[in-house]
């Protein structure tokens, strides 16, 4: 399987990958208390958290004293396909769904970016396919599978 099983050091990109999930995780579950338990509007919460982005980010841009400007028309394009579709549109769809699944279930489901990112990569980018990718992809098509299977198996055993 060669080298890229080999675990040797852990570098700045783990811990930051480590601190990304479990800050993840926490958002998770803190959008399923407001959306589910205390009934707050999806569409009204998903708002308020790209606004307070937005003026946070604003902020951090000023005190860094970098530079509004984002190139040329076609950089323009990107920038507003890259915020509409990928940001605002999947996380506005991750709050409206989280009334209806539990915070584990949409975590397994998001997890399939991933994998669909790196179905892009090598189809669309010209990437490689190494074995450690490949099985990662797999495992994680296998447990967002095996979720609904786990969730029926057990309202069948609860129904006997």
Known sequence: MGDNWRFTKI???????????LAYAFYNTIVD??????KINSLVN?????????????????????SFGVGDFSSILSLSYLVLIPTLG???????????LLPFTLSLILTLATVFGAVFAWTLGGEQVTTASLLGGILIVVAVCLTPIKKLLHFKLKKN
């Open 11 to 21: 570098n700045f990109g783990d811990i930051l990958s480590l601190l990304a999930a």
């Open 46 to 66: 998903a708002f308020q958290q790209f606004v307070t982005v937005a003026i946070f980010s604003t902020i951090l841009i000023l005190f860094q004293r970098r």
């Open 90 to 100: 999947v996380f506005t769809v991750m709050n409206i769904t989280q009334k209806y």
């Open 33 to 38: 208390s407001q959306v589910r338990v205390q």
